[in-house]
């Protein structure tokens, strides 16, 4: 026996303001955006036990001057409010992987500093990191990655923040 399709009706009916193609770029970014870190973040857990944004935090103090950065430079680097980038550090100086130091000339300021267990953790994760990247985002773009760049360099994230 073969039910009847019904047709149910929208309470309430959008009229779109994007084309079908310019809503469908954008879903599409944002779907491969999303899954692109969630597959490097599971990757990262079942290898290294660090998060994504744990491992985000590790590379810029490995990248920061005397590997540490006032807690407001880290949470713009991050993208990320203050407040969560606190949460982030609490776990990570739970850890030991970094510390928190006082800003000398500014009582107000705290700093993040990688220690040196932060920096182990970091460099064995860094490959299976890599790897990730590599197989999720680099190599299937293999022969656009210049054209990946201009376009994104036309989105200019800075005038955003």
């Given at each position: 026996m073969r039910l009847a399709k019904t047709r149910s009706k929208q309470r309430f009916v959008h009229k779109p303001l994007l084309s079908d193609e310019e809503r469908g770029i954008w879903r599409a970014?944002?779907?491969?955006?999303?899954?692109?870190?969630?597959?490097?973040?599971?990757?990262?857990?079942?290898?290294?036990?660090?998060?994504?944004?744990?491992?985000?935090?590790?590379?810029?103090?490995?990248?920061?001057?005397?590997?540490?950065?006032?807690?407001?430079?880290?949470?713009?680097?991050?993208?990320?409010?203050?407040?969560?980038?606190?949460?982030?550090?609490?776990?990570?100086?739970?850890?030991?992987?970094?510390?928190?130091?006082?800003?000398?000339?500014?009582?107000?300021?705290?700093?993040?500093s990688l220690t040196r267990d932060g920096f182990e953790a970091f460099e064995s994760a860094a490959v299976e990191y890599v790897a990730a990247l590599r197989k999720y985002f680099l190599n299937p773009l293999r022969g656009d990655l210049q054209t990946m760049r201009k376009l994104l360099a036309r989105l200019d994230a800075e005038e955003l923040f």
């Open positions: 970014f944002v779907v491969m955006n999303f899954a692109i870190n969630r597959a490097l973040d599971a990757e990262l857990r079942v290898e290294s036990g660090l998060t994504l944004p744990e491992y985000e935090v590790l590379w810029e103090l490995t990248q920061a001057p005397e590997n540490r950065l006032r807690m407001r430079e880290l949470a713009k680097h991050l993208l990320f409010t203050r407040s969560g980038v606190t949460r982030l550090i609490d776990r990570l100086e739970d850890a030991g992987y970094v510390e928190r130091d006082d800003v000398d000339s500014d009582g107000r300021g705290v700093f993040a």
